[in-house]
Every structure is written in C-alpha cells, then in structure tokens.
C-alpha cells in the first residue's frame, strides 16, 4: 500500500512538473514598443489636459485601455541625461558629464562595459531595434583616423564616412540602428545613419532659406545636409522605418519576441510638421506638429494590430523632459496653450515642470485600464523589463531603477519611496512623497532674472534662496518654499541625497 502510495505521488509529482514547464514553454513572451518622444508637456495631450485644443485622438485611445501615470517622471529635464538613464537605469550625473550633445559629438556617453537594456532582452532572445534620434554620443573619425571633437560644422566637414561609428546602438546592445546621432533636425549633421555607417553622407552647406519661417523655426543650425535629408519629413521616415522593421520580423520571425526603441524628433525645435499636417490644427505648426506625433502613435498600433500583435505587444509611451522654453512661451502667448500644465517649469528647470511628463504603458489583457498616482522614473523601465523577461540583474548595472513589475499588474503599489531628478549642470533635487527637496538656487537651469521668462514668477518668489523645499500637495506650483519653516525636512532630504551619490545607487 504503502508503495502504491509512493508510486502515486511520484506520478502526481512529474505531472505538475510537465505542466509546468508547459506552460512556461507556451506563455510568450511580450513584444516591447518604446516610444519617446522629445520635448513633450504634461499639458500638451488631452489625456492629460482637458484644456488643451489640440487634437490628440489616438493618444486618448490609447491612454482609455492603458495605466496613465499622474506622476511619472523623466530623470533629467534635458535630452541626452535621459535617454543615458533610460537605456541604463542608471542617472546620468553619476558619469559627471555636464550638457547635452550636438553634431558629431562623441563618445558614447553609455560605457562599453555597462548593461543596457537592448542587451538584457537580446540575452533573453528577443530581436532588438532603434529607429530615429540617438543622442547620447557617438564617435566620428577623420582620415587620418583622429576622433573628431568638434560638434560644429567643422568638425563634420572632417567626417571620414569610410570608417565605421564603432560606438553607436548597434555597440551597445541593438541589433538594427536607422536614425540620427543627435537632434535630427537642430545639430549639424543632417543625414541618416543606419547600423554603424552613414549610407548616403551629405556634401551640402544647409540652406536655411528653403526651409519654413516661423517662430517656432529658429533652432536649425546651419550644418552639412545629405540629399535624403528632408527637415520636414524626418518623422515620417522614422514612422516607416519603424513599421517596415515591425512587418518584417513578424513575417521572417514571428515566434521571436522584439523590443523597438522609436525615437521621435516630435516635438523638438524647430517645428517642422510634415507637409501633410501643416494646418491641421487651429494652434499653428507646433500644434499641427503634436498632432502628428499622435498621428505616428496611432500608426504604430495600428500596424500592430493588423499583424495581430498588438495583444501581445507592451506599449510605453513617454517624453525626456518638458516643452522648450520659446516653445511654451509663444504657444502660451499666442494660442492660450501651456504645455507644462499644471505645473510649473519648463525644460532645463528642476520645478515640475521640466521633468514631470506624460506615461502611458499599455498590454492588452494584462495591465488594466487606470490612472496611477505612484511615484515613476523612466529609470524604472530598466528594471520592469528585466523582471518581465526573468533577468537577474547584477549589482553594477539599473542602480536607480525600480521594478515596476507588480505595479502593473495590480499587485503592489509604492515601489518607490524617493525619486532624483538632475539638470543638464548636475543640479540634483529628491522627492519623498508630497516633499520635495532642492539641492540648489531658483530652477536649476533656465535663468529667471532674464527678462525673456522673469514675468512666470511672482516678485516676491526668491531666487536666491540657497536651496528649496516643497510640499507638492499643498503647493503644486512650487511657490512656497519652506525649507526656513521646515529644517528637519530638509535634513532628512539632504542626507538621504548625499548617501545616494556616495553609495552610487538609489535603490
């Protein structure tokens, strides 16, 4: 009896574990769409601000079947600190680098031994892609071999197109690169890069001349431009590079899960919205150029969808930081528009502002359609995948990343209890619940006794104080500053930054 017993529960035993390993052979795992875009508010989507006039009826769609974050943050309030800590999970003032990139500007600010995201889903087998603006370093070379410092037009008139770029995306865990080595349409070098080559280098001085003006046009440097280098069309090229990527590997390798990593130049100075949304909207070209960046958004999910993808596709939706400074004031100005509302700040300010921006994650049938009021960093997508695809992470890489895993999947909430944001100077500032604790004077970037932005203060604001302290609850827009009135706030706040930068993590 006895060993009919034994004989049963063994049998029992290797059926569980047939089961198992069943379903773990069936489950698949999610395609993974990154999309950022580049510049854009808080205020600047319907899904987020019901005043605003402009169009945005696909990212509401969107927004309706995902989990919208209230509170989702970028780590920087500038394009290249972002877009290092979130291919990493890593914040970028840890490298010490100061400012942005332009040009040819190199090299590559993510170090050859970090881990980046594209290689924890490449080592989990998925196919791994990014299409459109790079912008955080690549490295150019002359003929003589020599790397190229000079981000000017001198420097990429150096350029031998010969060599290959041997720091770009493809070097650092993305097997398809198509895109741009900064800001497609502002820095210098107009021409398309794709894997580690410039296919089709360009031979021309920049024609401003030839291109629209308007106010929101005056960000195009003059630089060296290929002849399929179209300004007004780079988001399109973009749209289509990313939809050809996805249509290919769903018919060659369908059963082979991919992450694509598309990197709009919307909506980024200047604002050159294609031709076919000039006018579309009653807000004027930088308008016209947020409807087309949600018309590229409702592109990408349709595409997925009439492949029969979108169920099992995980949609993350985000900006690097808050709208541009002649942006915000002339859509303010003209059209009665604010893209950082309800906040307070624009891009390069530590106020909200500047990095507090939309977030939209979407998986059909997994996570539920909410809003969610946690505390978020675009850090975070680093750990959340890494747990997604069972990857453990090793101690020396995602230091500021927090799984956000349970999160969306409603299984746990308070991931995070402290957040850090930086500015393109290093300027820190760190956030505990409702607090708010800034490790420095005024915003931290933008300069407010300037006469161009001193009027979005009131007078008695003071810009001087050495560092701030806010309760966001009580004060959203950042005008109170308590840390007179609250000394032991700012002591707990201050101490907990400086063990975060000595310690080199936050979590």
């Known amino acids: 009896m006895t060993h009919l017993i034994y004989k049963s529960l063994i049998a029992i035993g290797l059926l569980f574990i047939a089961g198992n390993s069943l379903v773990a052979k069936d489950s698949k795992k999610p ?10 508010g808080y205020g600047d989507l319907q899904c987020y601000n019901k005043n605003s006039k402009i169009p945005t009826p696909h990212l509401n769609k969107l927004a309706e079947s995902s989990m919208l974050f209230t509170d989702g943050h970028s780590p920087s309030n500038v394009c290249t600190p972002t877009r290092y800590s979130l291919l990493t999970g890593r914040m970028q003032f840890r490298t010490g680098m100061k400012g942005v990139f332009t040009g040819a500007g190199g090299p590559c600010l993510i170090e050859e031994s970090r881990l980046t995201l594209p290689q924890i889903l490449k080592e989990k087998g998925y196919a791994t892609a990014c299409v459109g603006k790079w912008h955080i370093g690549m490295s150019f070379f002359d003929k003589n071999g020599k790397r190229i410092t ?3 037009i001198k420097g990429i008139q150096q350029i031998d197109y010969s060599r290959p770029i041997p720091d770009g995306p493809v070097n650092r865990g993305f097997d398809y690169f198509y895109g741009t080595v900064s800001c497609p349409t502002t820095d210098f070098l107009y021409a398309y890069i794709e894997n580690d080559r410039i296919p089709l280098p360009p031979t021309k ?3 401003r001349s030839k291109l ?12 060296m431009i ?23 590997h769903l018919q060659k390798k369908k059963d082979q899960p ?29 308008g016209d150029f947020i409807f087309q960046l949600d018309h590229i958004v409702g592109e990408l999910v349709k595409t ?12 993350i939706f985000c900006s690097d930081n808050g709208p541009e400074v002649p942006t915000a004031l002339n859509m303010i100005k003209t059209y009665n528009h604010d893209g950082s509302y309800p906040w307070r700040g624009l891009k390069r300010d530590q106020w909200e502002g500047g990095h507090r921006t939309p977030l939209i994650i979407s998986w059909p049938n997994k996570i539920k359609p909410s809003v969610s009021n946690e505390l978020v960093s675009l850090c975070d997508i680093m750990a959340s995948c890494a747990a997604l695809v069972d990857y453990k992470l090793p101690p020396n890489s995602a230091e500021d990343s927090f799984n956000l895993l349970p999160l969306l999947l409603d299984e746990k909430t308070n991931i995070r209890e402290y957040l850090l944001t930086q500015t393109i100077s290093l300027n820190l500032a760190i956030r505990k619940g409702p607090w708010k604790y800034l490790d420095h004077s005024s915003s931290g970037g933008n300069n407010y006794n300037g006469k ?14 050495p560092v701030q302290l806010y309760n966001l609850d009580k004060d959203p827009q950042e005008l109170e500053n308590l840390y007179l009135k609250h000394p032991e706030v700012v002591k707990e706040l201050k101490a907990k930054l400086e063990q975060f930068k000595q310690s080199g993590r936050s979590n």
């Open 304 to 315: 997925l969808d009439e492949l029969k993808a979108l169920d099992n596709t995980l949609i």
């Open 31 to 40: 395609n993974i769409l990154l999309i950022l875009t580049d510049d854009l």
């Open 226 to 248: 290929a002849d399929n280098f179209d300004h007004e069309e780079v988001d399109m090229v973009f749209l289509k590079k990313s939809q050809d990527y996805i249509r290919q």
């Open 212 to 223: 629209p003006n308007h106010v929101y046009s005056k960000d195009c440097r003059i630089g």
């Open 150 to 152: 000079d981000q000017r």
């Open 452 to 465: 161009r932005i001193q009027h979005l203060l009131p007078e008695e604001f003071d810009t001087k104080a």
């Open 258 to 286: 991919f992450f694509l990593f598309h990197s709009m130049q919307a909506v980024h100075l200047p604002s050159f919205p294609a031709k076919q949304f000039q006018g579309k909207t009653q807000l004027g070209p930088h």
């Open 205 to 207: 001085i920049l024609d």
